[in-house]
């Protein structure tokens, strides 16, 4: 499946499961988390260019559909933006209208936690989506200014193994390694911290060749890396 450009004859099951991936963060978040996935949602109901990958809407439109005034337009779109839930492709300078694109990989990220709660058919359908390799013209978040669990410097032998994750493929190190914390390494056992049980599960069952690749060059032979 195409993260990117939902088109195609399963065009319209992939845009329902990420309406219901950012309907669930909403629902499972604060009052404010709800209303700005209500927003996000009405946005992307109604203005979304789903062949473009690309949201192309004014602060004064933007007022009117969510019947507020332009001072929390601007409130809520940095909100948005902060969460990497949206990116700015282009900022709205001299007249003209600003463009962001929906982050795909980071909802699916930021959701996964709930796919089993909305049905094992959503989850077989997103788990897919987020092992699919990553289209190269997607728009990738600066990892400089990403909030992240603080990681050890690159310096360090797990913050060198992280390095080599991130040069590798920056959409798997994004999405599943760069919150892995590093617990210990010894008799050839790594063991990891991992931000959830969700994760752990994931990267052990789909992505551990990589990572045992990567932390091998650093530790030498591992025969196995336990998540705790």
Do not use: C
């Amino acid at each position: 499946m195409d993260l990117k450009r939902h088109i195609g004859q399963q065009a319209g099951a992939q845009k329902y499961d990420l309406l219901t991936a950012l309907s669930v963060l909403g629902l499972r978040g604060s009052p404010t988390q709800r209303t700005s996935m209500l927003r996000l949602i009405a946005l992307i109901t109604a203005r979304y260019n789903w062949r473009n990958d690309e949201l192309t809407v004014g602060q004064r439109d933007m007022a009117k559909l969510w019947q507020v005034d332009e001072r929390t337009v601007k409130r809520e779109v940095k909100r948005l933006l902060a969460s990497e839930l949206l990116l700015q492709l282009r900022p709205g300078l001299r007249g003209k209208v600003a463009a962001y694109r929906l982050n795909q990989a980071e909802i699916l990220r930021q959701s996964a936690g709930s796919w089993q709660d909305v049905g094992p058919d959503y989850a077989a359908r997103l788990e897919a989506q987020a092992s699919a390799p990553e289209d190269d013209t997607i728009v990738r978040v600066d990892f400089a200014t990403r909030s992240l669990a603080p990681a050890p410097g690159p310096m360090t032998p797990w913050g060198q193994v992280l390095e080599r994750l991130q040069l590798s493929d920056p959409g798997l190190f994004r999405n599943w390694y760069a919150e892995l914390g590093f617990e210990s390494a010894q008799e050839g056992t790594l063991r990891l911290r991992a931000p959830s049980a969700f994760v752990a599960q994931y990267v052990d069952t789909h992505h551990l060749r990589p990572l045992r690749t990567a932390a091998e060059t650093v530790y030498g032979p591992i025969s196995r890396i336990v998540f705790v």
